[in-house]
């Protein structure tokens, strides 16, 4: 079972970028997908999160208004539409998958699947 996530790169400030994240092995469609993001020195951090029927997202306060996540359960995948990059966003973003049964999106405890990370780099 894998996340395979992609997209990062080199941004200015002000700047877009669209994460992909496509799962294999297993289907993630009843699955709350979400990102985490953990910069250098820093704990990693919740970011978003979407429901299986894309029905509810929910988002870090620091990337709402900025930020998008959507799903695409015909193709097993989970995207994060980035928009008006700041510094403070640069970091490696990680796809995830939580468990069953658990609501605390928040939580990188109910995420079970974790994808290898891609990296986000925001230039002044």
């Known amino acids: 079972v894998q996340l395979q996530a992609s997209g990062g790169g080199l941004v200015q400030t002000g700047g877009s970028l669209r994460l992909s994240c496509v799962g294999f092995?297993?289907?993630?469609?009843?699955?709350?997908m979400g990102w985490f993001r953990q910069a250098p020195g820093k704990e990693r951090e919740f970011v978003a999160a979407?429901?299986?029927?894309?029905?509810?997202?929910y988002y870090t306060d620091s990337v709402k208004g900025r930020f998008a996540i959507s799903r695409d359960n015909a193709k097993n995948s989970v995207y994060l539409q980035m928009n008006s990059l700041k510094p403070e966003d640069a970091a490696v973003y990680y796809c995830?998958?939580?468990?069953?049964?658990?609501?605390?999106?928040?939580?990188?405890?109910?995420?079970?699947?974790w994808g290898q990370g891609t990296l986000v780099t925001v230039s002044s």
């Open positions: 092995g297993r289907p993630f469609s009843s699955h709350t």
């Open positions: 979407i429901t299986w029927n894309s029905g509810r997202t």
């Open positions: 995830v998958g939580q468990g069953y049964g658990y609501s605390d999106y928040e939580s990188a405890d109910t995420y079970f699947y």
